[in-house]
């Protein structure tokens, strides 16, 4: 549904909220996220698919907030990119420290101004980069899955053990970058972040190894990830 905010072509941003099942009343919250860069087009699909998933017993332990679509402008350009429809990288606009000099120095001296990288005049500049650091601030997640392409490995930044596999995928650093989700949620506010990165952006991989990552995803965060305090309630 609708989550309220807009791309800037005014797209609607789709989210979903899915409540934890009976029983779970302290569940832990996980924002799942996919799409952030439009032209990895298997980064949204399996989120969707994923979707179809989440009303059986071993999801339902969480409590979900999914955003399939996060830059439906680069998603629906006539050739789908990688950036919005202002030509910002939406995952180098996050309010990591220092952005405002660590950021252009870093799209100017590495990657040698590519335009598919460029960080965005100031960190959330971008109406969707907003929404993501605004449901963080709102949903509080405790774990935050973001899907990306094609790297086929898995990438993490936070506090806690990193995942070793989810189905074929293998834990592999990819970087820490500033303006990053990974950066900014995963290493600035200790919200761990699992980079899920697939080895197409064109194609997904077969049913069972869809369903594979998300079992083997479901069973690191179960394990590994504790919730956040909660607090107690006055008398």
């Known amino acids: ?11 609607p941003i789709l989210a979903r909220e899915i409540a934890a099942g009976q029983g779970h009343r302290q569940a832990l919250k996980v924002l799942l996220i996919g799409g952030i860069h439009g032209d990895e087009l298997t980064a949204s699909s399996i989120v969707f698919k994923w979707l179809e998933l989440m009303q059986k017993p071993a999801a339902q332990e969480f409590q979900w907030k999914v955003a ?21 990288d939406l995952n180098r606009n996050f309010p990591t420290p220092n952005w405002q000099q660590d950021a252009p120095r870093y799209w100017a001296k590495v990657t040698a101004s590519d335009p598919r990288r460029y960080p965005g005049s100031a960190p959330l500049s971008e109406p969707e980069s ?22 086929g490995v898995l990438d993490f930044d936070g506090p806690v053990k ?19 989700l990974g950066n900014y949620s995963g290493l600035h506010k200790d919200i761990p972040v699992v980079t899920i990165e697939l080895p197409n952006a064109q194609v997904l991989p077969p049913d069972a190894e869809v369903q594979r990552i998300w079992q083997d995803m479901l069973g690191w965060i179960k394990r590994n990830v504790p919730a956040a305090p909660k607090l107690a309630m006055k008398p």
């Open 1 to 11: 549904m609708p989550s309220g905010a807009v791309s800037r072509n005014g797209f």
């Open 68 to 88: 399939p679509v996060v830059n439906p402008d680069g998603l629906l350009a006539a050739k789908p990119r990688r950036m919005n429809a202002r030509g910002v």
């Open 162 to 180: 990193p995942p070793s596999r989810f189905g074929r995928l293998m834990f592999n650093r990819v970087g820490v970058y500033p303006g990053s």
């Open 130 to 151: 907003r929404w993501v650091h605004d449901t963080i601030e709102q949903f509080k997640p405790d774990v935050i899955i973001s899907v990306h392409a094609p790297f």
